[in-house]
């Protein structure tokens, strides 16, 4: 597709369990970032990707918080023993290059609701 | 960490007002960002600014990169009701090593009344 893609939309689960977010950037774009919005505020970031290098993940919020990018394409979120605090929305967007300045493109995010 | 202040936090206008946000930061950006929202969507970019004083319209918006590098604005003219959404600002930090980071501001939530 033209735009960066996320599955699932939604996704409810319950407290404990473990939960995957799949993000599809837009094709040849190298750079891929993940963030959480809460609701009521602005995205937050957890993490970015050049190819299939992570290159920070500082934001991630804890141990219980993954993602990988093997391929340096499709990039996985995977949250451990989920607690109700990871309830959120989390949004991927993807830049074109190398140079930082250029503008990252989200995708619409997947909706997380912990029981 | 970084810090974005961004106001109005709502505004409630009638349809063919003009509208003006804005945004703060407590360090100098070199990248300046806005972006609107729509429910159950993603932030969609509407402008971006990359020097101090730019200013750059798309459609009915401008939006100015300050010269000070910590301040950016965004005026929305002749407002219609599909303009309703929440807007953000986001800026890119000059210094640090993660310029490549977005800071988000908490947004501006407009709502326009045909």
């Known amino acids: 597709g033209a735009g960066v893609s996320q599955s699932p939309r939604y996704k409810v689960a319950k407290r404990g369990q473990d939960v995957a977010l799949r993000c599809d950037p837009i094709?040849?774009?190298?750079?891929l970032f993940w963030y959480q919005q809460a609701l009521g505020q602005g995205p937050e970031f957890l993490t970015y990707f050049q190819n299939e290098a992570q290159l920070d993940k500082s934001g991630l919020p804890s141990d219980r918080f993954f993602a990988e990018r093997p391929e340096g394409s499709v990039s996985t979120l995977k949250i451990q023993r989920t607690q109700q605090e990871d309830s959120a929305v989390y949004l991927c967007a993807s830049s074109l290059g190398l140079i930082s300045v250029q503008p990252q493109h989200f995708g619409d995010g997947t909706r997380l609701s912990i029981l | 960490g970084q810090q974005l202040n961004q106001s109005p936090q709502s505004m409630f206008i009638q349809e063919g007002e003009d509208v003006s946000m804005n945004c703060t930061s407590s360090?100098?950006?070199?990248?300046w960002l806005w972006y609107k929202q729509d429910p159950g969507e993603g932030p969609v970019l509407l402008i971006a600014l990359y020097k101090a004083g730019e200013l750059t319209s798309n459609g009915r918006l401008t939006a100015q990169f300050g010269i000070t590098r910590k301040d950016s604005f965004l005026n929305i003219s002749a407002s219609i009701p599909s303009d309703v959404g929440i807007y953000f600002c986001a800026g890119r930090p000059i210094s640090g090593g993660s310029n490549y980071k977005l800071t988000f501001g908490k947004g501006t939530l407009l709502t326009v009344n045909p």
């Open positions: 360090s100098i950006f070199n990248t």
């Open positions: 094709s040849g774009h190298v750079s």
